[in-house]
């Protein structure tokens, strides 16, 4: 285990010591002390490496990760995970605004609640949230999975491209473009393997899906009260 | 007697000023299809522009440099306020950002072929950046879009500098698109997006709002490379002192400043004309904001929006600027518009100098399209030979025109080189109407 402490350690020096690490190194498990709401905490990652923050971090935490896991065992601040690639990303507490915001690839796992706009644009990141998702969340979501096992805010899917969503509780309002779809065997098999890799117990059978209507795909007047 | 009796005077019909016979198209277009005018390129409309400014010249009281004898230096270094490698170019004009989708690979290996060959930069756009476009591009800017189409921290690394955008002058306040005519299969990859939809790019980026915001997003793609590139807020000239004045604070090492007549590849015709500032309003704002902040020259101005001849580059520069950018000029070096297409054009309703249905993706110069066929007619490397051409020919106009107003670097030239020929003009530029010592707003003149 390395242990990088912030309260003595630059923020620089941190990121650039972690981002050195090679798909090979021997350092695999890293401790980061003393984050105390600090930004951009183990951002641009790519290597195989455990990294967990003790604490709660600021905005963009773990942006762009590849292929690392970081744990943030406090809460997390607006645009956690923005663009990952790969690996996971896993937060102890809440997020706020933005989770996984425009996400490519690898898992979010949120234990708390998400604040508005989680998965906003999402281009294959899969995202698992324990508790609530706020307003305008997958808005322009194109591809991936956000799971929801709590609520969802007011708008979801706004504007939804081939994004899936999935909520176990209620859902406020749904955005432009997106309904309710048919739960299918194939996505109930999504769903139970996002929930086991999140490390969530719950029914996929209590879920309902949502998915774009693609009726504002290509413009049609007949459907310009949408846009 | 009738009113037609040849015998009497005629009234001579008159067309209205305000129902004019493109407005009453336009209003007969939209009646029959229900949809907003979409189009590329920038604002047509006649604005206050760099062609109501002259330089003075030299004179007595200034002396002027040799033509061909004495040097006047073009070189321009952006990125010095905190990126550890600054980008170095030969000439302080820059290819501005389009993206892979809007253009064809052809046409972005033919930009990156150019620009390299005369020493400058090329820019990616919203659309991710390309191989050809990469390998081509000795210094290529990656932009940072609100769509993050193709944004990987790989690419990141592999740029030589970072563009936020948060608009731009054809459109500030607007998001792209592209129509599914120029959603192909590669297209459609790189952009995570099902194939022939028309695509929505957001207007404002996802993951922050407002400048106390930028600064840390800023810090985020700062570490995500080390420290290592300029970072460039791109914004559409709306309110330049105040957009000028936040970016610093935000932290940019550049900021580029996009006037209405800097081109689109698609947005309604309505936002093109209608929304924003012509460039030659935004200049002198923008750089009172970096001399209010002691930042002048610290952090570099790149303006752009209708620059098309090196006394273009020459008058932006007088006003302050550090380095310009061109777009829809280096389009037409490529071939854009050309009049050997215009048989073409006309099949298309339309004709050379005003194709602009780039969004359709039927360009018959194979420049803003998908299609390989037409894509094929465009060869990259005539095309960036051009390109060089033109931006070689920009240069040396610049030049002859600093040399003979004294100056011996670009950078030399400056607001006293200048004056207007009209009051608006005047005004914008803050330099002398002809023949006088006033401009509108001059301080300490009341007026």
Known sequence: MQTIDLATTPLREMNATLQAQADQTNATSWDILNPRGAHAIAVGLDAPIEVTVRGSTGYYCAGMNKQATVHVTGSAGPGVAENMMSGTVIIDGDASQYAGATGRGGLLVIKGNASSRCGISMKGIDIVVQGNIGHMSAFMGQAGNLVVCGDAGDALGDSLYEARLFVRGSVKSLGADCIEKEMRPEHLEILRDLLTRAGIEADPQEFRRYGSARKLYNFDIDNAAAY | ?447
């Open chain 2, 1 to 447: 007697m009738t009113t037609h009796d040849k015998r009497i005077p005629q009234t001579v019909p008159i067309q209205s000023a305000t129902f004019t016979n493109p407005i009453n198209a336009e209003i007969r277009r939209a009646a029959a299809t229900g949809i907003y005018d979409i189009r590329g390129g920038g604002a047509k409309r006649k604005v206050p522009h760099f062609d109501d400014l002259l330089f003075l010249g030299a004179s007595i009281s200034r002396y002027p440099l040799e033509g061909y004898r004495e040097k006047c230096d073009t070189r321009v270094t952006l990125g010095t306020r905190f990126a550890k490698t600054p980008i170095e170019l030969d000439i302080p004009i820059t290819i501005a950002g389009m993206s892979f989708g809007a253009l064809s690979a052809q046409a972005k290996e033919a930009l990156g072929r150019g620009a390299s060959a005369a020493g400058t930069s090329t820019t990616t756009g919203d659309g991710g950046m390309t191989p050809e476009e990469r390998g081509h591009s000795t210094k290529l800017v990656y932009q940072y879009l609100p769509s993050r189409y193709g944004m990987n921290p790989d690419d990141l690394r592999r740029a030589d500098a970072i563009e936020i955008v948060v608009g731009q002058g054809a459109k500030p306040g607007g998001g792209g698109m592209l129509l599914g005519q120029k959603i192909s299969d590669r297209v459609a990859e790189m952009r995570t997006l099902p194939k022939g939809i028309d695509q929505r790019s957001a207007c404002r980026h996802p993951d922050w709002t407002g400048p106390d915001d930028l600064e840390i997003k800023i810090l985020e793609l700062r570490e995500i490379t080390g420290w290592r590139v300029p970072i460039y807020v791109k914004v559409g000239g709306t309110r330049p002192y105040y957009d000028t004045a936040l970016a610093v604070k935000a932290g940019a090492d550049v900021v580029v400043l996009d006037g209405m007549q800097g081109g689109t590849a698609a947005t309604q015709d309505v936002f093109i004309e209608n929304v924003g500032l012509p460039i030659l309003a935004c200049i002198r704002p923008a750089v009172r904001a970096l001399q209010d902040l002691g930042m002048h020259r610290e952090v570099q101005l790149i303006v752009s929006g209708g620059i098309r001849t090196g006394a273009d580059v020459a008058k932006a520069m007088a006003l302050g600027a550090d380095a310009v950018a061109i777009g829809t000029a280096a389009l037409i070096a490529l071939g854009d518009n050309d009049p050997k297409w215009e048989a073409e054009y006309q099949a298309l309703g339309t004709t050379t100098g005003a194709y602009d249905d780039w969004h359709e993706g039927r360009d018959p110069a194979g420049i803003t399209t998908q299609d390989p066929e037409l894509a094929a007619r465009l060869d990259p490397v005539e095309a960036g030979r051009r390109l060089r051409n033109y931006l070689k020919v920009m240069t040396l106009e610049a030049q002859t025109i600093a040399r003979a107003c004294g100056h011996n670097h670009l950078h030399n030239l400056e607001p006293e080189d200048l004056c207007a020929l009209t009051m608006e003009a005047a005004a914008m530029a803050q330099v002398p109407l002809a023949g006088t010592d006033w401009y509108p707003g001059k301080p300490g003149t009341g007026y």
